[in-house]
């Protein structure tokens, strides 16, 4: 940490906050798709470390010949969308309501999803192009932090605001919160359970697609990159409480410090530093922080 | 409380098929399968088959100890690749200092008990879905530790130059230890999973409160499933890193832990041949078509697809129920099949009950 040494100890303080808060703002696209889904339909999907990793390839491809991010997030969310339209109505469908199946399902798919993306897009690391990303950093004094991480943080909270509005103030809220509750009253209601469904897993993966567009900007897209951020993801769902979106938020919160910090001061323990609080969490409180008892 | 359905729902799809005759043909099979490995390396097989083989049963053994942990607890683990590593590192940590085998077994043994005891008290109160995300955080942990704790397991390169016993140096000779540690460790499976203990590890499967209320504490029943199941994935992890001389942090990845399930899958849960035949189908996927076919991850997901969707009870549990409807249908006239009444699935509570029953006092 040669950091540590040139730059006096708050600056060093507030980079590892923001790194942490940055990184926490990629984990909540990635978890709050997880939760949503988890929490409506059941289903633990470990196809969204995949359904990421493919959103991040496609978005590299897609800004690397338009030099436009916004472009690139839109076709990373139309192939990921269509994906997983396809995995929920072609497959997930067959085994509705058996919980084991379904998990095992989503691995299968994971699993193809990822060896396609290796002979598509080759092994090699890859990164946003630097044309697309938000130039230059923020300067205040010593401290010097690139924008574009605080971009991801603007977005974070942005998407995570839109998310609770959908829920709180709109039909398509209100039908999904009904669904959450008691699917025959809602299905009996006239409402089509089966494609609220589909298209709330259409929403979370879309959510994975554009965390990773918008984190192979921070971190790169490599073939095992789905395994890690799937775990983590799982992490952040098991800390906040599987199905709730505000646990989701403060769980990838905590996460992406920690994380930040445990990397700076003990590299060698990373990734124990993150299981800590999940066993603390599951000992303790296994619903999560804000999940709701079984 | 949709929950609940769902869980009694999964349990009966991932159930073991139900255990009489099935048994005694499986005991032929075994036997039959156990003289064909046993000629094997006489019957001109070259040494890489032999290895090969050896290479089945390893994975084999670490599948049997998932299947167990599935198909009588309802248990599916997504992280026993880490526990065998843990062992596997151990012995490995052991070879590096200088030690002889015997106390890489000690080692191997303790990290084998620690990663065990780990796993399953972080799991014990959990089931289903949680189960296995924990499981695979356990394992994501150790794969992690391997990765970064490079002081002691040197890093991405892993160890190498592991050297088992001077007896076992050939690899005929090794075939055979590896082939019956593998029987052994699937004896003493069967035997557990038929004992009072294995009998109420499925009653906690199928009804955790009802076991409850019976007086099991159904967490040490957890907790002691997992120890054993664990101990032979510690067996399987030591002997795979003296079959390759090597240990890395891929034996820990996410990727071994989901072969293994699809390994268990696609053999057919519960059953004592499933892992067996799903070693063989993916090893043989991983070592050979992987020459001929570059996207075998792919084609070994579709199988893994195909198999949840079309054939749940797996290659095992499917010729098994075959082989039943052709047994019913040949003497379809003569008399309803009928099942074992009670047998293998009563608790030992129910025993006692009809034990009292009959006390005149």
Known sequence: MEGLITVPEPVFLAQQVLNG?????????????????????????????????????????????????????????????????????????????????????????????ADLCLAFFGGDPQNLPNSVRIPGALAVGDLVYPWYRIFVIGLAVAIGVALALVQSRTRVGAIVRAGVDDREIISAMGVNIRWV??????????????????????????????????????????????????????????????DAFAKAWIPELAYFTIFLPMALVLVFRPTGLFGKAA | MSNRIVETRTVRTFGPPRRDRVQLTNMALLALLLVAAIALPYLGASGFMVSLASTILIAA?????????????????????????????????????????????????????????????????????????VTLAVGMLIYGLAFRLSSVTGGENGISGIERFEWLDSYWTYYYFVLGVFVLATAALWIVSNSPFGASLRGIRDSESRMRSLGYSVRSYKLGAFMISGSVAGLAGLLAVWHTHFVSPSSAGVDRSVHLIVMVILGGVGTLLGPLIGAAVVVMVENLLSSYVDRWPTLLGLIFILVILFARAGIAGSAGKLFRRLRARSKAASSPEGDAPGGAAAPPGDRHAVHQGKDPQ
């Open chain 1, 197 to 258: 469904f589909t298209g709330m897993f259409v929403v979370g993966a879309a959510l994975a697609a554009i965390g990773g567009t918008i984190g192979a900007g921070m971190q790169s897209i490599l073939p095992g990159v789905q395994n890690e951020v799937l775990l983590y993801a799982l992490v952040v769902i098991i800390i906040g409480g599987l199905g709730s979106v505000p646990g989701a938020a403060v769980g990838s919160v905590l996460i992406g410090l920690i």
């Open chain 2, 61 to 133: 053994t670490l599948a049997s100890s998932v299947n167990f942990l599935a198909g009588n607890g309802g248990m599916v683990s997504l992280g026993h690749a880490g526990i065998a590593a843990a062992s596997a590192y151990g012995a490995g940590w052991a070879s590096q200092q200088g030690m002889d085998p015997g106390m890489q077994v000690l080692v191997a043994l303790g990290m084998t008990l620690l990663a065990s005891f780990l796993y399953g008290l972080l799991s014990m109160r959990t089931s289903g879905i949680y189960f296995l995300m």
């Open chain 1, 21 to 113: 808060l940055s990184f926490g703002a990629l984990l909540f696209l990635l978890a709050s798709g997880l939760t949503l889904v988890f929490g409506l339909m059941r289903i633990v999907n470990m196809a969204h470390g995949a359904f990421y990793m493919l959103g991040g390839y496609i978005g590299v491809v897609i800004a690397t010949l338009t030099g436009n991010l916004l472009i690139a997030v839109i076709a990373a969310i139309v192939a990921v969308g269509v994906t997983a339209f396809l995995v929920e109505v072609v497959l997930l469908r067959f085994v509705r309501g058996q919980e084991m199946p379904e998990v095992l399902l989503t691995i299968g798919v994971s699993f193809v999803i």
